[in-house]
T-cell receptor, first 115, second 108 residues
Framework: NAGVTQTPKFRILKIGQSMTLQCAQD?????MYWYRQDPGMGLKLIYY???????DKGEVPNGYNVSRSTTEDFPLRLELAAPSQTSVYFC??????????????FGPGTRLTVT | EDQVTQSPEALRLQEGESSSLNCSYT??????LFWYRQDPGKGPEFLFT???AGEEKEKERLKATLTKKESFLHITAPKPEDSATYLC?????????FGAGTTVTVRA
């Protein structure tokens, strides 16, 4: 199993450009998440999904959009990039059954710089 | 409001010097308390899940324990390769809450 994969690893964007960060998992997990981590800071939840076709906002959703058309893929779209979106982005997935959510598996991250 | 607070923020240890990291949590209906390890430039890596007070889990030099208000990560006789940031995460009825992490540096 590849686990959670993310592309690209690095990206530099100009202010106002748009891009999509790709995330895929091959563990058949129903939950998927997007986080951002600013230098020296903790993880902040951007969006999450509890299954194909279902997404919800996290702590810091402004400036981002997501979709989940399949169990495996959970892309994150940045529209009109701003310097404040310079960060490392982590995708994660986990399995949940009823009220129990199991551990998350994280991807290697995408380092994004907006200038 | 659900909240997780980790202390200390940073911990410098000599190789072999055992210590403990603290995770205090306030959660509506704890569904699980998770510990992760994060190395610089990498995604967090799962270590343990604890579900109820009194539960303990061990892996090599690490041992995690849980009470009704706190979790501890004990590092016994640490080695330089245990240097990392350790994250505590709670899952309540409604959300996941992340601590800011404790950065552990182990000197040879």
């Amino acid at each position: 199993n590849a686990g959670v994969t993310q592309t690209p690893k690095f990206r530099i964007l100009k202010i106002g450009q748009s891009m999509t960060l790709q995330c895929a998992q091959d563990m058949n997990h129903n939950y998927m998440y997007w986080y951002r981590q600013d230098p020296g800071m903790g993880l902040k939840l951007i969006y999450y999904s509890v299954g194909a076709g279902i997404t919800d906002k996290g702590e810091v959703p402004n400036g981002y959009n997501v979709s989940r058309s399949t169990t495996e893929d959970f892309p994150l779209r940045l529209e009109l990039a701003a310097p404040s979106q310079t960060s490392v982005y982590f995708c994660a997935s986990s399995y949940a059954s009823g009220a129990i959510v199991y551990e998350q598996y994280f991807g290697p991250g995408t380092r994004l710089t907006v200038t | 409001e659900d909240q997780v607070t980790q202390s200390p923020e940073a911990l410098r240890l000599q190789e072999g010097e055992s210590s403990s990291l603290n995770c205090s949590y306030t959660v509506s209906g704890l569904r699980g308390l998770f510990w992760y390890r994060q190395d610089p430039g990498k995604g967090p890596e799962f270590l343990f899940t604890l579900y109820s007070a009194g539960e303990e889990k061990e892996k090599e030099r690490l041992k995690a324990t849980l009470t009704k208000k706190e979790s501890f990560l004990h590092i016994t006789a640490p080695k330089p390769e245990d240097s990392a940031t350790y994250l505590c995460v709670s899952k309540g009825d409604y959300k996941l809450s992340f601590g800011a992490g404790t950065t552990v540096t182990v000197r040879a």
